[in-house]
């Protein structure tokens, strides 16, 4: 076999440019042995010391008082960064296909994605063209985290993001009118605009003639409006689809949280046993886990599994500091590298890096 | 000015203080409405047709974009995440920005008894009111769906949901459209004893319709003008506290956000100086060429330009500073996420719109004014007046998607490219404006009379002509 | 009525002026004689006129005040009414009772001086008698200059002092030009 440089470039279309994590603590990772020394080495984790110490709080929030309150974990020691999450929570949520271009250009619509970051002892700075030096690769995966505060919210013009009593960070489709400042100030930017009508018109390369080929999406008004009957058929019935304008993103599934609540006031009738059973059902990220690397349930509930995984040692939150109060936390990954291997020193360094010059 | 003989020295003394008329060459009160209504009622002169067509040839080419953006969606434009706002907010925030000398003119400079105001507030105003109309398309279709932004009305929809009154995007709607209507109201309101000299002046008999409906009965009788002076005074002083929070309430949309280099308090007064400054700056753009080509030299003097040149220089200074102030800030806050946000804004992606936007137009250029041949000097000021517009732009670029394209997760990192969607919008608006200041040239007193004949000495009540200087009869006509 | 011997009905006497000085002074000399139906007009309104002619403050001021304070009032109401009591949401986790007001604030603020510019413009015209599309003293051809550079003062026939000699003897000592009865039709 042989490999010639042809001269020519050929486009890729990535979801993610940028390969550091910038010493922010975003994954914390640690040796088998720096967790046996220090078992909340998680909570002491470059990024986490910008957190404030606790101030009093001038106002009272509203209560979040349903019976049951929903979360989730993910425990990164177990994430392969497989994507089974991704392509489970696309035909789950009905999430439409944009097309490569539109990927190109930033507008993937995946409600929950899996963060990559090369990770490496030496610091490395991308916008200098360096490259990362025997590099492990760190998997997170990001979808809206619930913020118990959203700053998401407070910044809709009109109301179209609320909470609901039982702590889920709800959309309403009909009532957004797409300014996308909630995109703006979600600090994990896990919120996803139609920037097309994706569900009603045909997107991507179309031919019209020898060389000359368009992009559909630029040119809605003129094609025809409704999707195939093939493509109605494989949306889920129990969501909705959101036309072009629209504001969208993760709602832990909230299409079977409903479900959920409705068959458990079936099965009550008369009785007061109205709480879901206990992690009787799950999102379709988590279902679709193959190392049940996410869990989702009632943490109001000290026995659920999702409660359970937030009481253990490695569970911390992201950009704490922002006191924005995420009802979805993460477990620590810890390696345990061979030392007789040759790259035993380069593994389990995410949380080492240096920060980025100030 | 005395009639006995004074020493040589004291007589000089007397030269130097003097202060410098704002109307020169002695001009009467019947030049002044000679020479400015003289501009709407001859034939536009053929320069006005060439730059009339090109101005609204791009205003079309902008509407046509408008049009094609409503119609097939946001991703016409570049926006993306994490750049979900960029160049239309960006030029939303440009032209408010530039809406402000308008009403600081009328209002802040009327409560502080400037009276070279007079000669610049009118054009200066109708300015603000049409930079406000360009400013308020962008919010208006940069929505995703903008058949549904009466949503932002506070009126409940069909499920009876309110707006969300603790979000700064509805203090801007507010925020705005208070501005604009109070704008036009202070407009009009200056407007009306004008409309009453176009009225009386009218030949035709559909000037005469015109003018007198709009004049509403103007007769300057001081009874009138007893309430009309309480009025605009009034309007002055709700101007004042109004035109510094319009644009405190835009650095809200930021202000109040949790981003790196948006989320910080310095950023209302920051605006307002930056707004005063872009909005001085815009208004020398367009009166130094309407000066020239309509002679009005002896009502806009190098004394008023001297002036403005100087409050560019120090609102520019200001803005310098809030610009040093805000790298303190964020490397005296300690926090990580904010001093990488401003080593970025310096050495990332978008560093060059920071050296020349930010540093050489908006820091640099105005410091030109403190050399006073800088300030006398047209071209000169011209070309500082440039730099400051091109600057607030870039300022504007950079503080909006500077602080969007990397924020907390580098994940979710991106760049911004505009597409040509976004650059005609943008020149499209350039054309609205200039098309509008066009048509207000053409057809409205472009210098406020009655204000500007209040400047002349012989409006005081207690005004002798001294001996030696002829007495200029009123009834003296000056052909233009 | 006042009517003039061709039967037009008399609106007033006045006179021109040739400066605002001149203006000025003839007021002063109008008001000392105790008229009370009369006034002056001028191209731009004159410093220190209004004593002259022995008016006081205007009261436009009061209207404004209230058009404020109404202003005020919508904007607590639309804000709190929705928020506190209509349709109460939790966002972003801030409280929707009284506690959440400086959030509301900026909309206080604007529809304060939105409901006062209003009523300053409003009570304007209101008090000015204005929009109007006639007035008598149109009727004075040279009246048209009032606009201009010409200087007026006419004293209306209503007023009770008023007398045709009289009147006229006093604008042509107080300095006045092209003294003439206005017609009011």
Sequence with gaps: MKVTKVGRAYPLSITQEHFSIEGRGLVREATLERYRADNDFAKKIPGEEERPHQLPSIYTHPPLDAPQQWGMTVDLNVCTGCSACVIACQSENNIPIVGKL?????????????????????????????????????????????????????????????????????????????????????????????????????????????????????????????????????????????????????????????????????????????????????????????????????????????????????????????????????????????????????IGVASLEEKVPE | MDATPAAPEIKEAERQIARIPLVLNRRNFSWLTERISGVVEQPAPRWWWVAFTITASAATFGLFCLGYQISTGVGTWGNNIPVGWAWDITNFVFWIG?????????????????????????????????????AAIFPG?????????????????NWAIWPNFRSALVWDVFAVSTYFTVSVLFWYTGLIPDLATLRDRATTKIRKFLFGIFACGWRGSNRNWRHYEMAYLLLAGLSTPLVLSVHSVVSFDFATSILPTWHTTIFPPYFVAGAIFGGFAMVLTLLLPARAMFKLQDVITPQHIDKMAKIILLTGSFVGYAYMMEFFLAWYSGNSYERFAFWNRVFGPYWWYWWVGMLFCNCLSPQLFWFRWCRRNVYVVYFVCMCVNAGMWFERFIIIAGGLHRDFLPSSWGLFIPTWVDIWTYIGTLGIFTSLFLLFVRFLPMIAMSEVKTAVPEADPHYATPPGIQSISPRGKERI | MMRTPAGHKVYAMAAEYPSAAALYEAAKHVRDAGFRRWDVYSPFPIHGMDEAMGLGKSWLSGWVLFGGVSGLLTAALVEFGPSWFLYRLNVHGKPWNFWTVPAFFPIMFELTVLFGAFASFFAMLG??????????????????????????????????????????ELLEKSGGQHITIVHED
């Excluded at chain 1, 889920?168 to 600090?187: K, Q």
């Excluded at chain 1, 368009?214 to 949306?235: H, R, V």
């Excluded at chain 1, 990220?285 to 599994?305: H, M, N």
């Design chain 1, 102 to 346: 539109q990927v190109a250009h930033g507008r993937a619509m995946h409600w929950i994605r899996i963060d990559r970051y090369y990770a490496s002892r030496k610091p490395f700075d991308q916008d200098r063209g360096d490259w990362p030096e025997d590099p492990e690769i760190v998997h997170e995966p990001m979808m809206c985290q619930h913020c118990e505060n959203a700053p998401c919210e407070t910044v809709c013009p009109v109301n179209a993001t609320v909470h609901s009593e039982d702590g889920l960070n709800v959309m309403a489709y009909n009532r957004c009118i797409g300014t996308r400042y909630c995109s703006n100030n979600c600090p994990f930017k896990v919120r996803r605009f139609n920037y097309f009508d994706y569900n009603q018109r045909p997107v991507g390369k179309k031919k019209i003639a020898g060389a000359l080929s368009i992009y559909e999406e630029y040119f809605a008004p003129l094609t025809t409006k409704g999707a195939p009957d093939i493509i109605k058929m494989q949306k889920n019935p129990n969501v909705t689809v959101r036309m072009r304008g629209v504001m969208e993103k993760c709602t832990f599934c909230v299409q079977r949280i409903e479900e959920a609540k409705i068959a458990a006031h079936a099965r009550a009738g008369a009785s007061a046993e109205t709480l879901i059973p206990r992690d009787s059902f799950t999102t379709a990220c988590a279902q679709a886990c193959p190392t049940e690397a996410i869990v989702f349930g009632d943490i109001k509930d000290p026995e659920s599994r999702v409660s359970k995984m937030k009481k253990q040692d490695r569970n911390y939150r992201l950009l704490e500091y922002l006191n924005v109060n995420t009802r979805t936390s993460y477990l620590a990954r810890i390696r345990n590298p061979n030392p007789k291997m040759p790259d035993a020193a380069n």
């Design chain 2, 141 to 157: 279709v940069h929505v995703g769906r903008v058949w549904m932004a009466w949503y932002l009305a506070p009126v409940p929809n």
């Design chain 2, 98 to 134: 530039i809406g402000h000398a308008g009403t600081l003119i009328s209002a802040i400079l009327f409560l502080l008894h400037q009276k070279w105001r007079t000669s610049i507030n009118r054009s200066a105003e109708a300015m603000t009111l049409f930079a406000v109309i360009c």
């Design chain 3, 127 to 168: 008090m000015n008698g204005l929009p109007r599309w006639y007035h008598p003293m149109f009727n004075w051809e040279r009246f048209s200059r009032v606009t201009n550079d010409g200087f007026f003062l006419a004293i209306e026939a209503r007023d009770p002092r008023f007398t045709e000699s009289g009147v006229r």
